[in-house]
């Protein structure tokens, strides 16, 4: 690949390169990081931070990737042509999606598809030379503090928490669309068995005492439903965050400890590493999603076949 | 004061990533064993472990996440 000439020329820039980092007065000295992202400006009361700025990056990018691929499509497309790589990447994706939830890949794709396609490039821009190490110098309690231009938007907990509370909110949006707001609302508040005890002793037959302590059962499943939820936005927000900016983290004491060489390995990692965390948002949103619009169906079956159930148990006991 | 952030912070890691770390080994061991007696069922098998892993690790990342906070933060 670098024969002859091209190897020098990429030789003589690494080393003069490497000089001018060795030679240069705006070297920085110790390792500062930081955990909350570092805002760069105002505008009106609104504080831009440097995630909030390579998140727009990222959001730019895949625009733009989107229209210059939908521009002008062909039935076939050439072999690289931009066309034939991004129907390469979706088509993947989408028949991974199939072996999850099958058919309904085609309903959930846009959602999921999202999460992976912008996790992704997030992830990857990250990586990119100029973020993290381009920026300012700033006066903050009478220190000099660097504050970096752009900083991989994952890498910061708002946007993680975002990311996930959008996955639980389109949970619950499929939940009802699938099932409608009474029957998606069962799974949390599963009154099924209490209505058919209190109809019961209503029409004056012996109510079993197992079919209410079974009620006050879904009851309590029903709040650990909640609580399921809840916790997934925590989960999914700290493992994608705990991740990358474990990766960031990783690679900065890296490039300090030993120089140039020894990044490479750990740079390759943190491209796998970046893609399989998008990998997992994804993969974990398509199981979520197949589990809300799946086995629901079990419950409304449950409760149809608890009514002859009931109806036995009282024929068992003696008038 | 520092010194004791830094310990506490190291500490927190290393004990958080001991049940996660032995559990991962678990699994991918359990994945493998099935993976030599049934090798059809990859697609199913290496899908669950992916997203059981994933849980695994996320409890890692927890105790990683604390950690950092620890040392950074404050």
Redesign the interface.
């Known amino acids: 690949m670098f024969r002859g000439k091209k190897g020098l020329i990429v030789l003589l820039l690494v080393v003069v390169l490497i000089l001018a980092n060795i030679l240069t007065p705006f070297k920085v000295r110790q390792i500062v ?4 992202p570092e805002t760069i400006l105002y505008l009106g009361g609104f504080k831009v931070t440097n995630t909030l700025l390579a998140s727009w990056l990222a959001i730019v990018i895949l625009t733009l990737l989107a229209i210059l691929t939908s521009r002008k499509l062909v039935d076939v497309p050439k072999a690289l042509s931009l066309q034939n790589v991004v129907e390469t990447v979706i088509e993947a994706l989408y028949t991974f999606m199939q ?2 939830v099958g058919s309904k890949a085609r309903v959930f794709f846009p959602v999921v598809g999202t999460f992976f396609l912008y996790i992704l490039v997030s992830n990857w821009l990250g990586l990119f030379p100029g973020f993290g190490s381009v920026g300012f110098w700033e006066e903050q309690a009478g220190q000099r503090v660097f504050v970096p231009l752009l900083k991989s938007s994952t890498a910061d907990l708002n946007t993680t928490i975002a990311l996930a509370t959008c996955a639980v909110i389109s949970l619950q949006a499929y939940g009802i669309r699938f099932y409608g707001l009474v029957g998606y609302g069962s799974r949390f508040l599963a009154i099924g068995r209490f209505v058919q005890f209190f109809r019961a002793s209503a029409h004056g037959e012996k109510p079993s005492l197992s079919l209410l302590f079974r009620g006050f059962l879904d009851l309590f499943i029903g709040l650990m439903e909640l609580f399921e939820d809840l916790t997934k936005v925590l ?1 999914f927000s ?2 994608l ?3 990358v ?2 990766a960031e ?1 990783l690679l900065v004491v890296i490039a300090f400890l030993v120089p140039y060489a020894i990044s490479i390995p750990f740079m390759a990692l943190e491209i796998f590493g970046g893609f399989i965390q998008a ?2 948002f994804a ?2 949103t398509t ?1 979520f999603l197949g589990a809300v619009t799946g086995h629901h169906t079990s419950t409304e079956t449950g409760r149809a076949e608890s009514a002859p159930s009931a109806a036995s148990e009282q024929a068992t006991t003696p008038p | 004061m520092q010194i004791s952030r830094d310990l506490v912070a190291g500490l927190t890691i290393a004990i958080g990533a001991i049940a996660p770390a032995l559990s991962i080994g678990r699994f991918v061991a359990a994945a493998m064993e099935a993976l030599g007696r049934n090798p059809e069922a990859e ?2 098998i290496s ?1 669950n472990l ?2 059981a892993l ?2 695994t ?2 409890i890692a ?2 105790a ?2 604390v950690a ?2 620890i040392k ?2 404050g």
């Open positions: 990081i930081h955990l909350a072996g999850i989960s700290f493992r965050f705990g991740n900016f474990g983290v990998f997992i993969v974990l199981a | 697609r199913g899908t992916i997203v994933a849980f690790e996320a990342i927890y990683l996440v950092l906070a950074f933060v």
